[in-house]
């Protein structure tokens, strides 16, 4: 099967912003985009994006799951990164059309159809280092997606970095390109020094999150993850699953926590670990590394609480339980 996101749709939708009005939204082929070589976002990084899903349900009939939160959230990083606003009901518009489009081709669970908003500056102005672009390209991308655990869950093994960040601190809740750009230089040196598959950046010893993904732990019927603030990204899937958690009876502690209070509870048998993020929903962390150590968590095995956690978000997104909370947008 083809690597996760490398099969697109031919088709997008987009809209340009230019002289304080946004273009009426159009399908074009998304396989390039006309862009001057001035342009703000490749030289001044000017650009964000959203993740998320469409699922078909067992009637043949497409849901968008949690659509407002991903909106909203990309509000909040074209404000943070001072591109032109849009008003919600044009990118819920462009999403429901475009994925209306290709609705015959969302696979059915458990694969979706994978929903890639992006916002890029396109103004021609290299002269504007410190001065946001006046024109914008925001265009939703389809790519139809697989099953993330085909090979069977395997856990994780994640590297725990105290002294380096993801990114600027101030960038945290943005999700933007130059984020990761940031982060993959540690991340490649942590897979060749360490097999690991992650980092868990703790500046300072402060539990965060890794390059693309949060992180949470579970002792007994408590689940613990970071507070939220501006140094980290606002995951949809955690607030979901903090939420189905609730929903399941289990205590829900949204607090700071450091390294060792972490490495203190990954040693108690039962404990597990796991990332979350709309690709890979939850998995499972087996292995923390620490100054050259390796430390399980619980079993160093998959955890029974996040298979659990994950079946119950999934088969919300699969139309199997009931949305009670409203997370599902018909097309
Ligand atoms: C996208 C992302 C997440 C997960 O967010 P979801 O809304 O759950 O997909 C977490 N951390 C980072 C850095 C991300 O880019």
Known sequence: MAAFGTVFMP?????????????????????????HAGAHVLHYSSTCFEGLKAFRHEDGSVYIFRMDANIARMKQSSKLLNLPDFDESMLEQMIKDIVKEYADETPAPPGSMYIRPTHIGTEAA??????????????????????YFAGGA??????????????APHMGMVKSGGNYAS??????????????????????GDVQETG???????????????????????????????TIAR????????????????????????????????????TSVGTLI?????????????????????QALNNIQWGKSPDNHGWLTKV
Not at 183 to 203: K, N
Not at 291 to 309: H, I, M
């Open 11 to 35: 088709h997008m939708i987009q809209a340009r912003f230019a002289d304080n009005t946004w273009s009426e939204s159009a399908l074009v082929p998304s396989d390039k985009i006309e862009l």
């Open 126 to 147: 290299i002269g504007k280092a410190a001065a946001p672009s006046m024109s914008s390209l925001l265009y939703v991308l389809l790519s139809p997606v697989g099953d």
């Open 154 to 167: 395997t856990a994780l093994r994640v590297l725990l970095e105290e002294d380096g960040m993801r990114c």
């Open 183 to 204: 982060a993959l230089g540690p991340i490649l040196q942590a897979r060749s020094e360490h097999q690991a598959d992650q980092i868990l950046f703790c500046p300072g």
């Open 212 to 242: 693309a993904a949060n992180f949470i732990l579970i002792d007994g019927n408590e689940i613990i993850t970071k507070a939220l603030d501006s140094t980290f990204l606002h995951g949809v899937t955690r607030n979901s699953i903090l």
């Open 247 to 282: 929903d399941l009876g289990m205590t829900v502690s949204e607090r700071n926590f450091t390294v060792s209070e972490l490495l203190e509870r990954a040693a108690k048998p039962g404990t597990e670990a796991a990332l979350s993020g709309t690709a890979a929903v939850l």
């Open 290 to 310: 620490h100054n050259d150590q390796e430390f399980k968590v619980g079993s160093g095995e998959p955890g029974e609480k996040v298979v659990k956690l994950r």
